[in-house]
T-cell receptor, first 112, second 112 residues
Framework: AQSVAQPEDQVNVAEGNPLTVKCTYS??????LFWYVQYPNRGLQFLLK??????LVKGSYGFEAEFNKSQTSFHLKKPSALVSDSALYFC??????????FGAGTTVTVRA | DAGITQSPRHKVTETGTPVTLRCHQT?????MYWYRQDPGHGLRLIHY???????DKGEVSDGYSVSRSKTEDFLLTLESATSSQTSVYFC???????????FGSGTRLTVV
């Protein structure tokens, strides 16, 4: 079955330090991969996506993600985390032409 | 989010009563989705629609029904609300999976 896994329920980092949120995928064929962020009491917001092309994808709010086919990973990264990056992050993969499958989510806490 | 609205934003209802949640879009997107979000479960797909009057079940459809009589509106009905349906419900729209989803702000439903 096609799916994504987020192996960490929580990630804690200090402000100014690099932030990485991990995602691995299991799909047949070429994956379409996405990252979303959810701030408290809000809906999910699109951050970035990989469909084809350059393995390093740049997105909103200074985030980027690296597609690694050999490791079947699509980790989200930010070089210098901000307290305002504290949120719930979801990785997602295409199931078919109209459905995504979401990971369980990773809560990021950035301490001042 | 722009182009998609959910109503109501909050609702408290009694066990056994029917409840209808509304999702309205102004983007003319073909695909619409209803998810529920619960701690420890991430996002779970309830029902989705791939066109007017075309709907299908997701992974947690028991106790829920949907209708889409117009492109812009997707209604979710809890036929007889139970406490296990206390959750935050999100609607999403998509022009196709390559474009990702746009999420509404959510409806917090409490069944007492």
């Amino acid at each position: 079955a096609q799916s994504v896994a987020q192996p960490e329920d929580q990630v804690n980092v200090a402000e100014g330090n690099p932030l990485t949120v991990k995602c691995t995928y299991s799909v047949s064929g070429n994956p379409y991969l996405f990252w979303y962020v959810q701030y408290p009491n809000r809906g999910l917001q699109f951050l970035l996506k990989y469909i084809t092309g350059d393995n390093l994808v740049k997105g909103s709010y200074g985030f980027e993600a690296e597609f690694n086919k050999s490791q079947t990973s699509f980790h989200l990264k930010k070089p210098s985390a901000l307290v305002s990056d504290s949120a719930l992050y979801f990785c997602a993969v295409r199931l078919n032409d109209y459905k995504l499958s979401f990971g369980a989510g990773t809560t990021v806490t950035v301490r001042a | 989010d722009a182009g998609i609205t959910q109503s109501p934003r909050h609702k408290v209802t009694e066990t056994g009563t029917p409840v209808t949640l509304r999702c309205h879009q102004t983007e003319n997107h073909r695909y619409m989705y209803w998810y529920r979000q619960d701690p420890g479960h991430g996002l779970r797909l309830i029902h989705y629609s791939y066109g007017v009057k075309d709907t299908d079940k997701g992974e947690v459809s028991d106790g829920y029904s949907v209708s889409r009589s117009k492109t812009e509106d997707f209604l979710l009905t809890l036929e007889s609300a139970t406490s296990s349906q206390t959750s935050v419900y999100f609607c999403a729209i998509s022009a196709g999976v390559g474009y990702g989803y746009t999420f509404g702000s959510g409806t917090r439903l409490t069944v007492v």
